[in-house]
């Protein structure tokens, strides 16, 4: 099983905000990423947060991380039809290795 | 700079077979990746190559799997004898490696269906 987890599905009216959560269990993770992956390409990173942050705002995106939860948010402002993907939150475990979680599914609907 | 390329982007094969796929990484990245995602999964950590060198292999790599990368550049990941268990989408990234925060980039995939 997956250390990260993430829930599976959310929709969202065009316009409205997005909020997608994860949690997460290494305590010692330093960074921690989101993803997103558009039907039949890779995943593109979007942002990134390092651990000693709480929130770190980049345009429309915002994350936001609760250390002592172990609990990670990316909100999506002004959600868009070219939103529609799978988002993926991942932790870095250590030099080399990312886990992730099994992605959330954004459907934005007019 | 095209970004990582992967070749095919997709594979059907018979259960048995082997499959190749390549790999191209962004031209000045030094470290290499291999993830696997199936259907309803994230990725999950293959290997990765640092240059030329193998540094990692996960416990999900069978004997039946192996990668190379021998110029330091392009790398390639073999499956001999397939089997239905390996339909997946195989994806490559490259990254140059640094001490905090080393970026990811991701390839499209390459979708494996063995029949």
């Known amino acids: 099983g997956e250390d990260v987890e993430q829930s599976l599905f959310l929709s969202v009216r065009e316009g409205d905000s997005s909020v997608i959560n994860c949690t997460y269990t290494?305590?010692?993770?330093?960074?921690l990423y989101w993803y997103k992956q558009e039907p039949g390409a890779g995943l593109q990173l979007l942002t990134y947060?390092?651990?000693?942050?709480d929130m770190k705002q980049d345009q429309r995106l915002t994350v936001l991380l609760n250390k002592k939860d172990k609990h990670l948010s990316l909100r999506i402002a002004d959600t868009q039809t070219g939103d529609s993907a799978i988002y993926f939150c991942?932790?870095?475990?250590?030099?080399?290795?990312?886990?992730f979680g099994a992605g959330t599914t954004v459907t934005v609907r007019a | 700079d095209t970004g990582v390329s992967q070749d095919p982007r997709h594979k059907i094969t018979k259960r048995g077979q082997n499959v190749t796929f390549r790999c191209d990484p962004i031209?000045?990245?030094?470290?290499l990746y291999w993830y696997r995602q199936t259907l309803g999964q994230g990725p999950e950590f293959l290997t990765y190559?640092?240059?030329?060198?193998?540094?990692?292999k996960s416990r999900l790599l069978s004997d039946r799997f192996s990668a190379e990368r021998p110029k330091g550049s392009f790398s390639t990941l073999e499956i001999q004898r397939t089997e239905q268990g390996d339909s997946a989408m195989y994806l490559c990234?490259?990254?140059?490696?640094?001490?905090?925060?080393?970026?990811?980039?991701f390839g499209s995939g390459t979708q494996l269906s063995v029949l």
């Open positions: 990234a490259s990254s140059l490696a640094r001490r905090m925060n080393e970026k990811l980039f």
């Open positions: 290494d305590s010692s993770s330093t960074y």
């Open positions: 947060i390092f651990s000693n942050m």
């Open positions: 991942a932790e870095r475990l250590n030099d080399y290795k990312l886990s």
């Open positions: 031209s000045e990245h030094n470290r």
């Open positions: 190559f640092q240059n030329e060198a193998q540094l990692e």
